[in-house]
């Protein structure tokens, strides 16, 4: 099998892949320097991106290695006879960490006191636990297992929403399908989100939702930029409909300079970065479903394409 990996650390990856199966003729390069010849070479591309080229060659299977797979469905969904498949590498447990310490930090107001130190100002603040608040988790596959479980053990109640209504009765006391969000919106000291990005998420958190919230709620993402209308985040904080947001995705990424969010005293930012993948993980992935094809198989982490995930 010829394969054209397309990343960054492609060099990295392809080493690890070819000391793990050393039959595959591989080529690698950073994917906006891949051109058609590399692609009419190929049988299957490896990357989270696609190229930015109008075809993808000679190529019928694509794996992605992040679990979103956004980049190969919008704007312009990858053609449907090629295989999709995604990564098996589990970011559930490091998200749901970096989900927690966005909660402490608000909780514990280490942005107006790292503020204070550096301009030398002494300013004693009272923490607010999160042991008694209300958790909201937006989608409540594993990811939102994991965060579940993670704002259970510390003592807050943890509602799930979802698409089909369903969640695991031990993490979620209770589980609204997504028609109810801004109802589910108003019971929220921490709301959530992990969804991936699909027709039926985007814009999904606007106005409605945003205005449903407590003057005490704060937005958490962890999911896609484009789920939340993003323009309306700040005006949402200086209205007092939510207390400030923790963002790691954003609509556009990177986040143009000129973003007001960058500026916003009470939005944390990070650049898509709570849940990275490993080298070991993406060869993992890839060579899990490599087995399944192999053996005839269709991979157990192959697309959706309806569903998107």
Known sequence: MRVLIGA?????????LREARPGLDLRSK?????????????????GFKRPPLSTMGNVSWVHCTGAGVDSWLYPVELPRHILL???????????????????????QNILTLAESQKHHE????????????????????????????LFRAVGSEVLGVSRTGRGDDEVFSQVANVSKLTEMAEKADWLILTLPLTSETRGLVGRDVLRACK????LINAGRGA??????????????????????????EPLPANSPLWDHPRIMISPH?????TIAGEVTGFLECL???????????????DRGY
């Open 8 to 16: 960054n650390h492609h060099l990295e990856l392809a080493d690890a």
């Open 30 to 46: 950073v994917h906006t320097d891949v051109t058609a010849d590399d692609l009419a070479w190929a049988d299957s591309y490896v």
């Open 85 to 107: 498949t995604r990564t098996s590498e589990p970011f559930g447990l490091v998200i749901a960490e970096w989900t927690l310490a966005r909660a402490f930090a608000f909780s």
């Open 122 to 149: 002494w300013t004693p603040l009272r923490g607010t636990p999160i042991r008694g608040t209300t958790t909201v988790v937006v989608g409540t596959g594993d990811l939102g297992v994991r965060i579940g479980r």
């Open 215 to 218: 003057p005490s709620t704060v």
């Open 227 to 252: 789920v939340v209308d993003q323009a309306l985040v700040p005006e949402a904080i200086d209205r007092g409909w939510i207390a400030g947001a923790a963002l790691d995705v954003f609509e556009i």
């Open 273 to 277: 970065c709570s849940g990275l993948n």
């Open 291 to 305: 087995t399944e094809i192999e053996h005839g198989a269709r991979p157990t982490r192959a697309v959706d394409r």
